[in-house]
């Protein structure tokens, strides 16, 4: 059994940053493919950016150029920090893994490609 587990969400003003965190394990597998997504009210999951086992990474356009992801393989913990936010970056966010779909679905920014899902971590930008 694998869970996600989020931290790192609150209040920032626009034009600010923060940075979320994921912690996964997996007992099966050593490296697995993950991503984070986002949802807010009234809208569908939006895949933000997703990273694989190269380190390749993978961003909306929405996000390009303003967040980044990372991850500490010795640890297990996944990143995305989030710089110069904006009102539409509010949303609640879920870090997601791939464990055991394959390598083809690594870097997708489709929730397709995950089959392990966080509970979310919520953060909210204000003008």
């Known amino acids: 059994q694998v869970q996600p587990v989020e931290s790192g969400g609150g209040s920032v003003q626009a034009g600010g940053s923060l940075r979320l965190s994921c912690e996964a394990t997996?007992?099966?597998?050593?490296?697995?493919?993950m991503a984070w997504f986002r949802q807010s009210p009234g809208k569908e999951h939006e895949g933000v950016a997703a990273?694989?086992?190269?380190?390749?990474?993978a961003y909306a356009d929405s996000v390009k150029g303003r967040f980044a992801i990372s991850k500490d393989s010795a640890k297990n913990i996944l990143y995305l920090q989030m710089n110069n936010v904006n009102v539409e970056d509010t949303a609640r966010y879920f870090c997601?893994?791939?464990?055991?779909?394959?390598?083809?679905?690594?870097?997708?920014?489709?929730?397709?490609?995950?089959?392990?899902w966080g509970r979310g971590t919520q953060v909210t930008v204000s003008s």
């Open positions: 997996s007992p099966t597998y050593r490296g697995f493919c």
């Open positions: 990273l694989d086992f190269d380190g390749n990474s």
């Open positions: 997601a893994a791939n464990i055991g779909l394959g390598a083809k679905w690594c870097r997708t920014l489709s929730r397709d490609g995950y089959n392990y």
